[in-house]
């Protein structure tokens, strides 16, 4: 199978949102994002009626009072809180008195109201509280520029799990990495090793110990539509918590890591706003376990500036991190289990078409042949090469797996068990 640093990229599909890196350059020029100045006005559409009666004792002295058509939005805002109060027996608000002598009422002239109960378990609230002090930001100079991201404290002695593109330039040259805890200390950090081709990578801080760590949780349980948290620095903006659900699970996403270079993951796909900085970042479940680190976005902009969150966010899935981690800290390179193929990444056939079969590897063990195309690996659906690829990374070393397989000139397919090779 060829790796994914051949340089090789994918045709483009200019009707999908562009991949990009949710790393923060700061030499990028990028704005925050929002207009602070822009206003929505709230529509007051509805129409509400007085009914009016007349107390048939009133004496002749005493003048009606006019009907009025509607009330405007004011008695429309006084008529809920009247309600919310009567219905739920406290409130934030209190109404005023309608008679025509009553005194105003006015939150100015009143204490303001204590919210200090602690923030229920499993809320986001929650999640910040027991995350944040084990997520630092990143910042990489360099000669010729820097760059900056996010990352998470796997060990109490300082290794943080981030992203290659992160610390890309501190692998290739001399640089200067320094950390910023959640409490605001600020530490050197040394590079200790990255992956091009999986987008990982691992940094030590120097000089600490007895830090909070996040523990991993088990990504193959998660499940579409499950809350999840993200947090980062975007933008520089250190401690920056977002949340949304896991949209989609097992999608794979190539983007370009320069120099002709380029990363495939297996990713899980969320709505939680990711933007640049994100990147190297913890995406946690409800428990506050690490079942993701923020890696790429989707943009509608061309070029290497990110539009910013579009609600398309891609994490790589804790398993996976986890076991390249542990590769990089124990022997400062990673590995993937193969198939054995190499395999058309712009073909345009449904599935992956295999162009050729390593001597000897898992797949010419199996069987396979070129000019086979590749449609199932167990129960996922492969529709591309990258499915293929990615898919076949998510599994371990040395595990068995099934194909489903059918000539490129046939529709008659055959299923095929191939063992991956182990490291």
Do not use: C
């Not at 109960?117 to 997520?135: D, T, Y």
């Amino acid at each position: 199978m060829n790796s994914p640093d051949n340089g090789e990229n994918t045709p483009q599909q200019p009707q999908r949102p562009q991949a990009g890196y949710p790393y923060g350059n700061p030499n990028s020029g990028q704005q925050p994002y929002g207009n602070g100045n822009s206003q929505q006005t709230p529509s007051s559409s509805q129409s509400f009626w007085n009914q009016s009666s007349q107390d048939p004792q009133m004496s002749n002295q005493q003048q009606p009072v006019k009907e009025k058509k509607g009330f405007g939005a004011g008695s429309v805002i006084a008529i809920a809180l009247v309600t919310s109060l009567v219905a739920g027996g406290v409130s934030g608000y209190v109404a005023g008195n309608a008679t025509k002598d009553a005194q105003a009422y006015s939150s100015l002239e009143n204490p303001s109201v204590s919210s200090s109960e602690p923030a229920p378990a499993g809320s986001v609230e929650s999640v910040a509280e027991q995350v944040l002090p084990a997520v630092v930001s990143i910042q990489i100079s360099t000669m010729s520029g820097g760059a900056e991201g996010s990352g998470s404290i796997i060990s109490s002695d300082g290794l943080v799990l981030t992203n290659h593109h992160v610390v890309s330039e501190a692998a290739s040259g001399p640089s200067e990495i320094q950390v910023t805890l959640n409490n605001g200390e600020k530490h050197n950090a040394q590079y200790i090793a990255s992956d091009v081709n999986t987008d990982i990578a691992v940094i030590k801080i120097d000089g600490v110990s007895n830090l909070p760590v996040l523990n991993f949780g088990d990504s193959n349980e998660l499940h579409v539509g499950q809350e999840v948290v993200a947090v980062g620095s975007p933008l520089g903006l250190s401690a920056t918590v977002t949340s949304g659900i896991v949209s989609a699970l097992d999608r794979p996403v190539r983007a370009s890591q320069g120099g002709g270079e380029s990363s495939l993951i297996d990713a899980i796909q969320t709505d939680a706003a990711i933007n640049p900085g994100n990147s190297g970042g913890p995406l946690v479940d409800m428990n506050g376990n690490l079942i993701g680190m923020n890696s790429v976005i989707a943009s509608l902009s061309s070029g290497e500036q990110s539009s910013g969150s579009i609600g398309l966010g891609f994490a790589i899935p804790s398993n996976f991190a986890k076991r390249v981690a542990d590769q990089l800290v124990e022997t400062g390179e990673a590995k993937q289990p193969m198939l054995g193929v190499q395999v058309d990444v712009q073909s345009q056939e449904d599935g992956a078409l295999i162009m050729g079969v390593e001597s000897g590897g898992p797949a010419d063990q199996a069987g396979l042949g070129e000019g086979d195309i590749v449609t199932k690996l167990n129960d996922r659906t492969i529709q591309s090469a990258d499915d293929l690829i990615a898919a076949a990374r998510s599994h371990q070393f040395g595990e068995t797996v099934t194909l489903e397989v059918h000539p490129r000139n046939s529709e008659e397919s055959r299923a095929v068990d191939v063992t991956l090779s182990s490291e």
